[in-house]
């Protein structure tokens, strides 16, 4: 078997992936969307508990 050396050719077009293009790797993006998601759901139970909760409760008093 005869070692093939790697030729470099660059007129050809070479196309990779966003994440292989961006400078972060896919588990710094899965991470961040993670996080990111543990934030929107935080701030939606918030909400609930804030403002849909007391509802129930003041329609059951009347």
Same mark, same amino acid.
């Given at each position: 078997?005869?070692?093939?050396?790697?030729?470099?050719?660059?007129?050809?077009?070479?196309?990779?992936? @966003? &994440?292989?293009v961006?400078d *972060?790797?896919?588990?710094?993006? @899965?991470l /961040?969307?993670?996080?990111s998601? /543990?934030? &929107? /759901? @935080?701030?939606?139970?918030? @909400?609930?508990?804030k403002?849909?909760?007391?509802?129930?409760? *003041?329609?059951?008093?009347?």
């Open positions: 078997m005869i070692p093939q050396t790697l030729i470099i050719q660059p007129e050809k077009l070479i196309s990779l992936c @966003a &994440v292989c961006s *972060r790797n896919g588990g710094q993006i @899965a /961040l969307i993670i996080i998601s /543990l934030i &929107v /759901l @935080a701030a939606g139970n918030w @909400a609930w508990k403002y849909f909760s007391n509802k129930n409760q *003041r329609s059951q008093q009347k």
